[in-house]
């Protein structure tokens, strides 16, 4: 049987675009998540509107391995870009995933997963490799209006449970871990739920603002319009090079 992909974003419009293209086959109810089962591109999926935050991200990525049996797990939408000379509109395909508010320091270093050992998740090579080429031929063919001048890379996604919107914030992040790409609030979560069930990984952002409060773009109207295309068109195109 082909394998289950799961597939998770933060907010309804990063994830809209994907529901409505879904050969869809049911919708189960469980612990306030709604888990959409069908069909895209040929592959099965389990897409998850998952909320914002790395509890809300933990928690929709458990209900994935546990209760929908997936076998990887994608996710997608928006980031602050933190790397320099990144601009909006870019791609990052996440590398390695760390939480940049786990902070238990003087008992462990700052970053460090209590009792863990390690603070630095990788994503999976194949669906690093997978997305990287997907957004690749997204930008190549279907770059949507807005995203003219976009670049791909790929690089360290932190996560923490703060918008980081000020110089101070961004700098105060940045001064630990200065390689960070780029910054949301649900990546590191998904990445450690997955590294201890032994699940694949592949994250794909959209650079929306610099996390720096100096947005000149409307955060929504970006998103809706630009973003979350970008998002369903690299995952959609990732779903098809999974079925070769
Ligand atoms: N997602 C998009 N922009 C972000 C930011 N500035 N901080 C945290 N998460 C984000």
Redesign the pocket.
Known sequence: MTKRTGIIAAMDSEIRNLTAALEHERTEKIAGREIHYGNLEGQPVALVLCGCGKVNAALSATLLTCHAKVSRILVT????GLAEGLKVGDIVIGDSFVQHDMDARPLFPLHEIPFEGFSVIEADPDLRQLLSNAGRVMLATKRPPGLENASLLEGLVV??D????STEARERVLESLPKASC???ESAAVAQVCRTSDLPLGVMRVI????DGSAHID?AKFVEETAAKACAETVRHALRAMAR
């Open positions: 939408g928006v980031s602050g996560s923490g703060q918008f980081l919107s910054v949301d609030m929306s603002d610099s996390a955060f």
